[in-house]
């Protein structure tokens, strides 16, 4: 899944993100759900603030670049702006997953770490992200706060 691509290289993926000033990464698709395998490419949705028309797709170019050099394998990825499609948007809407928020570096999702917790913890969160207001920053990657 996403998470675990990510995890191959933190650092990089978060200063991919900082560099071309992403302020939202959605990862839908596949490499969100079950049927994710070594093939598969990974979708991804992308919001960068950038005003200038070129510099946004120099970022948007240099994000896609970025990711399938980190993920090694190829990635889709999508702005708002091109989901023209409006049976696409709603479904890209319903299954979308937030990896990067663009203040809290990552936030990881909810199915990538449900099975990592002990039960008396998990039941304390939600699908499909857990609460900013129980997470601390571990290494740039939100985890759950145990304090």
Not at 14 to 32: E, H, M, P, Q, T
Not at 39 to 58: F, K, N, P, Q, R
Request: net charge neutral.
């Amino acid at each position: 899944m996403v998470a675990e691509l990510i995890n191959q290289d933190r650092q990089a993926f978060i200063d991919l993100c900082k560099r071309n000033r992403v302020s939202s990464l959605f990862a839908f698709g596949s490499s969100v759900h079950g049927d994710f395998g070594p093939e598969s490419d990974v979708d991804v949705l992308v919001t960068v603030d950038v005003a200038d028309d070129l510099e946004h797709g120099g970022a948007l170019i240099n994000v896609w670049n970025g990711l399938e050099k980190l993920f090694g394998r190829p990635v889709d990825l999508l702005t708002e702006n091109s989901l023209k499609n409006p049976y696409l948007r709603k479904e890209i809407e319903r299954t979308k997953r937030l990896i990067h928020d663009g203040v809290n570096a990552l936030v990881l999702v909810w199915d990538q770490i449900q099975g990592r917790l002990p039960p008396s913890i998990a039941s304390s969160f939600s699908p499909p992200l857990m609460p900013k207001s129980k997470v601390r920053m571990g290494k740039g990657i939100m985890m759950p706060s145990l304090s």
